[in-house]
């Protein structure tokens, strides 16, 4: 059974059928507003999932190395239009005494992701909270992108947007460069 939050977003979607010149009520519109409406509670699922909870079990170990992970693929829409922006997020950190599973960072990138974002604020949030949670020596997230509001509306430019957040040790000109180099 719908809940009447649900239903209202659907009625909104058929209006919105209607606001175009659309029939709702058309065969291939008909069961439009619902698969909307769920699709989009996909794409802002992110909204449910703790940062804090994903990346709460870590692993005591010695490793002093830089750990990276490259390229996780992740799909987020954007704030201002609500279109898809897409890309890849590479992360790293140094270990201080303890490491985290490597699936928790890809679902870190996920769960920030899947929110209604900006890529800069998307970048910091990722590095911020692996830098609370691991509490590494340092940590380096960079994002690659390209945004469906930019290549199929206005200016119609299909470039990609780098953005990157650097904290702690990464700051220091050799460990920047080493992190930047393995991307």
């Given at each position: 059974?719908?809940?009447?939050?649900?239903?209202?977003?659907?009625?909104?979607?058929?209006?919105?059928?209607?606001?175009?010149?659309?029939?709702?009520?058309?065969?291939?519109?008909?069961?439009?507003?619902?698969?909307?409406?769920?699709?989009?509670?996909?794409?802002?699922?992110?909204?449910?999932?703790?940062?804090?909870?994903?990346?709460?079990?870590?692993?005591?170990?010695?490793?002093?190395?830089?750990?990276?992970?490259?390229?996780?693929?992740?799909?987020?829409?954007?704030?201002?239009?609500?279109?898809?922006?897409?890309?890849?997020?590479?992360?790293?950190?140094?270990?201080?005494?303890?490491?985290?599973?490597?699936?928790?960072?890809?679902?870190?990138?996920?769960?920030?992701?899947?929110?209604?974002?900006?890529?800069?604020?998307?970048?910091?949030?990722?590095?911020?909270?692996?830098?609370?949670?691991?509490?590494?020596?340092?940590?380096g997230?960079?994002?690659?992108?390209?945004?469906?509001?930019?290549?199929?509306?206005g200016?119609?430019?299909?470039?990609e947007?780098?953005?990157s957040?650097?904290?702690?040790?990464?700051?220091?000109?050799?460990?920047?460069?080493?992190?930047?180099?393995?991307?």
């Amino acid at each position: 059974m719908k809940n009447e939050m649900t239903l209202k977003a659907e009625e909104a979607i058929a209006e919105l059928i209607k606001l175009i010149g659309e029939n709702p009520e058309r065969e291939g519109l008909l069961k439009t507003p619902h698969r909307f409406v769920k699709a989009f509670v996909e794409l802002t699922s992110g909204y449910s999932d703790d940062p804090k909870k994903i990346l709460a079990s870590t692993f005591t170990d010695t490793c002093d190395e830089m750990v990276v992970v490259r390229e996780i693929p992740f799909w987020s829409l954007c704030e201002h239009h609500m279109l898809p922006f897409h890309g890849v997020a590479t992360v790293g950190y140094l270990p201080k005494g303890k490491i985290i599973g490597l699936s928790k960072i890809a679902r870190l990138v996920h769960c920030f992701a899947k929110r209604l974002q900006v890529q800069e604020r998307l970048t910091q949030e990722i590095a911020n909270a692996l830098m609370e949670a691991v509490q590494p020596h340092g940590v380096g997230v960079v994002i690659a992108a390209t945004h469906s509001c930019m290549e199929m509306r206005g200016i119609k430019s299909p470039a990609e947007m780098v953005t990157s957040c650097l904290l702690g040790d990464f700051r220091e000109v050799s460990t920047r460069a080493e992190f930047l180099s393995m991307r």
